[in-house]
């Protein structure tokens, strides 16, 4: 295992539900990551957060909230979501994003299957 | 914009046969290369990484890559395919104008008994 884990691991919810992804990261990093990942497609960087502080946000829909109260733990609150929404969202987490100007490798959690109906 | 390309949306291989996954990068400067590999129902795990030196990069699970500069490419290779390869596997280019990383959108590799 890579020491990032993720919950819940599958997801069923309507488009007015409102559910959170919730990602946890053993390593001792202080950068976490939101992807998603589709079939065929690209990886989609979704958000970034560095010691906490937010340090990207790729376009994303606001109806997809980040929280990241400490550099452990990263959420990610759904509400309102539509059915192309429906994918495997990913976390990872590396050491610094400062140190190693993105060179450093990242580590990434089993993902959580999201579908949405 | 940094990105990869990854051609091939399939690769199958005999076992015990080489096998290649191609990848080719269009970047301004020097490229950051990496694979990144996806067991069925895991996230992605670092296989390696081109940051300069030698071309020939050798990596996790007995895979190596050659990065080409002449070429813009960055194979992955493994001399003799094993059945428990079988996954997808993902390039991708540091971007240098954010330091985020920018996959390709993955080759699945099938390895057959």
């Known amino acids: 295992e890579t020491g990032v884990t993720q919950t819940p691991r599958h997801l069923v919810m309507g488009m007015t539900n409102k559910k959170s992804l919730k990602c946890e990261q053993h390593l001792g990093h202080n950068a976490m990551y939101w992807y998603k990942q589709s079939a065929k497609k690209p990886l989609e960087l979704m958000f970034v957060?560095?010691?906490?502080?937010?340090?990207e946000n790729n376009s994303v829909p606001s109806r997809f909230s980040p929280e990241c109260p400490n550099s452990s733990h990263l959420f990610l609150h759904l509400h309102t979501l539509q059915p192309e929404d429906s994918a495997l969202y990913l976390c990872a987490s590396s050491q610094d994003l400062a140190l190693a100007g993105g060179l450093e490798t990242q580590y990434f959690g089993p993902g959580t299957r999201l579908l949405v109906l | 914009a940094q990105s990869v390309a990854q051609p091939e949306d399939q690769v199958n291989v005999a076992e015990g046969n080489p096998l290649t996954v191609k990848c080719t990068y269009s970047v301004s400067g020097n490229p950051y290369l990496f694979w990144y590999v996806q067991y069925p129902n895991r996230g992605l795990q670092f296989l390696l990484k081109?940051?300069?030196?030698?071309?020939l990069v050798k990596g996790s699970y007995g895979f190596e890559a050659e990065f080409n500069k002449s070429q813009t490419s960055f194979h992955l290779k493994k001399p003799s395919a094993l059945v428990s390869d079988s996954a997808l596997y993902f390039c991708a280019v540091r971007d240098k104008e954010n330091n985020r990383l920018a996959f390709g959108k993955g080759n699945q590799v099938v390895v057959i008994p």
């Open positions: 081109y940051i300069t030196g030698d071309n």
């Open positions: 957060y560095n010691f906490k502080e937010q340090t």
